[in-house]
């Protein structure tokens, strides 16, 4: 058989995953590659759980392409017949000024979208597992819930491979050489030729982008899960998934009780540890652990020396923490979709059809005009401050 493709789409993550799904759905004769398999330890798309919201606090702007997410997260649902997207809401809580709360709301009433806001005696009251001193507020993102990472990578592949995409699990791209009429590509002493490629190796992108070398930077992340004595609290009718200003240590996130282990919470890229992508992840120490105990001690009581378990994974890091979808500086024929410092798989299943836009049109009707090479340089001249607060 000819190993001449329309499209290859390297790492079979999260975005991967979405963009051979929505290219082999247009008839597109396409091939994947992935090095480890799909949604693996080692990766940033495992873990049961990832937080989606509507009312984006970072950015209004992103508030579209939310939309957007929203319909095709429904759709791949339909298509599976299985639920991958969670409503329970989502709280949002910090003090009146935090970047939490004032994005949260600029968010929604530009966009006008539901929303609620309690103050703290409310919100201990309406959400019991949540401590809140009196100066902090609380809104909540009626829209928001949680997403299986699994499900929606494993269902994109499968639907891919139902409409006839080529996928190789276990088969590392080594290399991509672009020339005037296609890229070559070689992986595991095969080599392979596609008209266009679409890079999304994660972590790993810089390998295989070295324009990325000092600008994708993979970090160490932790979480752990508490399982508290009262779990009537914390059943998802009742909790809410959650974000939170905790003005000394950043922001952190966290889940309801959805799985054995209880509720899941992290702070947002965690001590911003740089780490080697081809490396494990260095286990989890004494100060991870203290910082996540801190956080539940303080604003969860429920869950103070409740922990039954934690673990490291990694995020991608971009100057700005925005995302990077385009082509690659002077060569149309590869696409780099990046990793998405830490907030990207809410969007996966619109940056899927992203790629998949880039990949047969050159161009896409969807607003990702901030996530070009371009304004990815411009960032980390101007050290623009991510949503980030390492301590
Ligand atoms: C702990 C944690 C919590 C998060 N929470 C949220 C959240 O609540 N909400 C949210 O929206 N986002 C969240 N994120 C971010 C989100 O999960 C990531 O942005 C997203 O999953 C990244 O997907 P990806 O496809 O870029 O990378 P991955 O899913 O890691 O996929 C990359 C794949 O490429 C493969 N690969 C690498 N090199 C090669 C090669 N040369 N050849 C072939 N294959 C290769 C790898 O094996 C890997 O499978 C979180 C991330 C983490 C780690």
Known sequence: MSNHYDVAVIGLGAMGSAAISFLAARGVRVIGFEAASPAHGLGSSHGDSRLIRLGYFEDPSYVPLLHRAYDNWRTLENQLRETILNIT????????????????????????????????????????????????IAVLDPNGGWLKPEAAIWGYLRLAAASGAKLHIGDKVEAINPDDNGVNITAGGQKYRAARVIVATGSWI????????????????????????????????????????????????????????????????????????????????????????????RHLPGMKGRRVNAVTCRYTMLPGEDFLLDHLPGENR?????????????????????????????????????????????????????MTNPV
């Open 206 to 297: 810089s390998q295989l982008v070295p324009h990325l070398a000092r600008l994708a930077n993979p970090i160490r992340q932790v979480v752990a899960w508490y399982r508290p004595e009262n779990g009537f609290v914390t059943d998802p009718i009742r909790m809410p998934s959650f974000l939170r200003d905790d003005t000394k240590n950043g922001t952190f996130f966290g889940f309801p009780e959805i799985g054995p282990d209880g509720v899941k919470i992290g702070r947002h890229a965690h001590f911003m540890e740089n780490i080697d992508p081809d490396h494990p992840n260095p286990p989890v120490n004494d100060r991870d652990l203290a910082l996540l105990d801190d956080f539940a001690a």
């Open 334 to 386: 590869v696409i780099v979709a990046s990793p998405c410092s830490g907030h990207g798989f809410k969007f996966t299943s619109v940056i899927g059809e992203i790629l998949a836009d880039l990949a047969t049109q050159g161009g896409t009707d969807l607003p990702i005009e901030a996530f070009t090479f371009d304004r990815l340089m411009k960032a980390a001249k101007a050290e623009k401050p991510g």
């Open 89 to 136: 809401g989502v709280l949002q809580i910090g003090r009146p000024e935090s970047d939490i709360v004032t994005g949260t709301l600029a968010s929604c009433e530009l966009h006008n979208l539901p929303h609620q806001t309690f103050n703290a005696a409310e919100t201990r009251k309406r959400f019991p597992v949540f401590g809140l001193q009196d100066d902090e």
